[in-house]
């Protein structure tokens, strides 16, 4: 996993091993300050903490309008998979969609691919997808506010055939 920064907020993406060398597999789709409402949460923070259990978690914080953002990533490496943890707290309904979205292919045919997977811990999420791009959508609870609407997911690589 990489971070990037890009405009005002950061980027992420994953890669894998393929033939010796790390490949990009899928990248966080991010927008700029004049977007409505973003594609992905726009983090302005990151912070990575090393765990006394041996475990690393990427923490990251950010604002667009009046809504606060925040996640926490983690890399399982003896399940293959990147663990996310994400919510926004909603001060006033939301201008779009809830949720975290990427370009590039999951679930494609190769040996290399990753597999989205929703957790569910949270409340429902669906994962959509249009062309090159994915995304895991979360759904508010009405029109109420303030409320946080959060979700998780984990991309873990496909296993070999």
């Avoid at 990147?82 to 809830?98: I, K």
């Avoid at 990427?102 to 989205?116: F, H, K, R």
């Amino acid at each position: 996993m990489h971070f990037t920064w890009q405009h005002d907020r950061f980027a992420h993406e994953i890669s894998v091993l393929k033939d010796g060398s790390w490949q990009p597999a899928l990248a966080s789709v991010e927008g700029t300050p004049h977007d409505d409402w973003p594609a992905s949460p726009p983090f302005q923070s990151l912070h990575i903490e090393e765990r006394e259990d041996g475990r690393t978690l990427a923490l990251l914080v950010g604002m667009a309008g009046k809504s606060h953002w925040s996640a926490s990533i983690e890399i399982d490496a003896e399940a293959h998979a990147v663990l996310f943890d994400v919510a926004c707290r909603l001060r006033e309904p939301a201008a779009g969609p809830l949720g975290s979205t990427y370009q590039g292919l999951p679930l494609a045919a190769d040996s290399s691919a990753l597999a989205v997977e929703l957790t569910h811990r949270y409340g429902p999420a669906r994962l959509e997808r249009s062309g090159e791009q994915s995304a895991v959508l979360a759904e508010p609870q009405g029109d109420d506010c303030p409320q946080t609407v959060r979700w998780d997911y984990r991309l873990r690589l496909a296993p070999t055939a």
